[in-house]
């Protein structure tokens, strides 16, 4: 899994959505600091990044507003509580 963190400026966001390939796996995104999760990006264009949700529905993204990435497959948060007790 490859994280990028929050705080990183969103042209370098943007750069690395224009190279990622379609249906990339993709776990969750940072918009504006709020969890989304999301199946898998879509594409890049035009400033707005398309995923797949986990519903299989589009979801379409300002690139801009993206703080961050969690790639591959993303585990629930729960599962790790009790690594954190």
């Given at each position: ?5 929050s705080?990183t ?6 750069e ?6 379609p249906?990339?796996?993709v776990?969750i ?29 589009i ?27």
């Open positions: 899994m490859i994280n990028i963190v705080n400026e969103p042209e370098r966001i943007s690395l959505l224009k190279k990622l390939p249906n990339c796996p776990g995104l940072y918009v504006n600091g709020a969890e989304m999760p999301v199946a898998s990006f879509s594409n890049y264009s035009n400033g707005l990044a398309y995923f797949v949700s986990l519903d299989s529905q979801c379409i993204v300002n690139g801009d507003r993206i703080d961050g990435i969690i790639f591959g497959v993303a585990e629930p948060f729960e599962e790790f509580e009790d690594d954190f007790e």
